[in-house]
């Protein structure tokens, strides 16, 4: 498939046919990838400040629980990692 073939076939796509007339579609999605964007940011920093001894007020592994879902989107793609911190 080329370029220019899938470009056409995603302007043919109704998803697609929305999004040019609407007014607000563009700006919504752009709204929830910035907040999805800064929560993964915030997540990646509070884990970063335990690593570097700035935050003691939990253990590494506390933080990583608490804080790993936000960055691997939660449902369901960290359950592999969180069996990983559980050391009960």
Avoid at 39 to 44: C, D
Avoid at 55 to 77: K, M, N, Q, Y
Wanted: hydrophobic share 50%; no cysteine.
């Amino acid at each position: 498939m080329t370029m220019r073939e899938l470009t056409l076939w995603l302007t043919s796509l109704p998803l697609s046919a929305i999004l040019r007339r609407s007014t607000w579609a563009i700006p919504a999605m752009q709204t929830a990838h910035l907040l999805a964007l800064g929560t993964l940011l915030a997540s990646i920093v509070m884990i970063d400040l335990r690593i570097w001894g700035y935050a003691r007020s939990s253990t590494l592994v506390e933080s990583a629980r608490r804080f790993l879902p936000w960055d691997l989107g939660e449902p369901g793609v960290p359950d592999r990692y969180r069996r990983a911190f559980d050391h009960r």
